[in-house]
């Protein structure tokens, strides 16, 4: 991005189902000064951990989440007075606090506004950003350290809507300079705002899917080759030879053509495999691409290994990534499921333990009871 453009890296929703904290950590090791999730629980829940970095919260804040955002030290995104108004006067009560010495409690609380340029979900209307700053300077407390949009479409081909919002956006920012008013941060993209146009990006931007090596939209041709993050696999659980015309799981929806080596995988739509994968999934073993047949179940799912006769009980399968020379893409799993890689790789279910790795180390592993246990270096 160059050393004028600031990097808030978006680790929302556990890091799009990679875990929030051990990225959080990763991207701190890295170098990163900042980092945004989308609600006020996920910020509290990085502070917890002993996250001290600034944490923006891309999300929607209420006014009666306002004295928690400030105990935490988050910074919100805000577009609404009542909730300016909150913030303050919980600001307000804790200056009057005789404890309120502690660590960074006599600060004012940093906010970005979030400008509605033409996304329609949320945000100060474009053209009522200096009513609304205006506004705010009756509420102390309060420090304006960004202003941000998000576009609507900057992963399509046609680029003219993004320009308008870009545009709109822009002027905002002039009118605001003219005004003496001084802002720290201007963003706009997110990653297919970053790879889609320079004019997006002023002085910060906002990667979420790129950071997890996953490319923000097929339609644009100038994202650089990325490398997925995650990899899925588990093991064959259960093998069986079954005759022509046996039904393989709920509803009886595979019916075996011909004699058929049937695997049973330990791996169900409550992992985030979806049901809507039934009879449409593929996944590698021993390097080759197999159909998953039949219904998904909630915590089993059946492929049929015929062209792999060798395979054998225990046998890893790749779910998503590489195998051999096959792989299998967030994209190809999207296709199949109807729906966007985001989506793949944000429902990988709370049960599956994440497994982290650097050079070829396991450096963390958080499993189904949650505890952290980190390489001492
Ligand atoms: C989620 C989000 C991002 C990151 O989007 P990606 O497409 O994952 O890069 C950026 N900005 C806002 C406001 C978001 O909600």
């Not at 929703?13 to 875990?19: L, R």
């Not at 003496?180 to 997006?200: C, L, N, T, W």
């Not at 998953?292 to 395979?311: I, K, N």
């Not at 279910?349 to 952290?372: A, E, H, K, T």
Request: with cysteine; aromatic share 8%; hydrophobic share 40%.
């Amino acid at each position: 991005m160059g050393k004028q453009v600031e990097i808030l890296p978006v680790i929302k929703a556990d890091a799009y189902g990679h875990g929030a904290l051990p990225i959080a950590r990763e991207l701190i090791r890295a170098g990163a000064r900042r980092a945004a999730v989308a609600t006020l629980e996920e910020g509290v829940e990085l502070r917890e951990a002993g996250v001290q970095i600034p944490i923006v919260l891309l999300g929607g804040l209420l006014p009666r989440q306002a004295p928690q955002a400030l105990t935490y030290r988050l910074t919100p995104f805000i577009y609404d007075l009542r909730t300016a108004e909150a913030l303050s006067q919980a600001w307000d009560r804790e200056q009057k606090e005789p404890e309120s010495h502690r660590i960074g409690a006599r600060g004012r609380i940093s906010v970005h506004l979030k400008v509605d340029t033409g996304m329609g979900r949320l945000g100060i209307p474009y053209t009522h950003v200096l009513e609304f700053l205006e506004a705010l300077s009756a509420y102390p407390g309060i420090e304006v350290e960004g202003l941000a949009t998000h576009l609507a479409t900057a992963d399509e081909p046609d680029p003219a809507f993004a320009k308008t919002q870009i545009n709109r956006f822009r002027k905002v920012c002039d009118q605001i300079e003219r005004t003496g008013y001084r802002i720290p941060f201007y963003h706009v993209a997110s990653s297919a705002g970053i790879f889609s146009s320079q004019e997006a990006h002023f002085n910060m931007v906002r990667p979420g899917i790129a950071l997890y090596g996953i490319p923000p939209s097929l339609n644009l041709t100038s994202v650089p080759p990325l490398k997925p993050v995650m990899r899925i696999k588990t093991e064959i659980l259960f093998l069986k030879s079954v005759a022509p015309g046996t039904s393989i799981g709920y509803g009886r929806s595979f019916m075996t053509a011909r004699e058929s080596l049937i695997a049973t995988l330990p791996v169900g739509y409550y992992d985030g495999y979806s049901w809507s994968l039934s009879n449409r999934g593929r996944v590698l073993v021993r390097g080759e691409k197999c159909p998953v047949v039949g219904r998904v179940c909630m915590d089993l799912c059946m492929v049929d290994v015929s062209q792999v006769p060798e395979a054998c009980v225990g046998d890893e399968v790749v779910l998503l990534g590489n195998q051999g020379t096959q792989q299998i893409t967030a994209i190809d799993l999207a296709a199949w499921m109807g729906t966007i890689p985001y989506e793949v790789v944000c429902s990988v279910g709370r049960r599956v333990p994440r497994i982290y790795l650097s050079n070829g180390d396991v450096i963390c592993v958080r499993g189904q009871d949650q505890v952290y246990r980190w390489r001492d270096t």
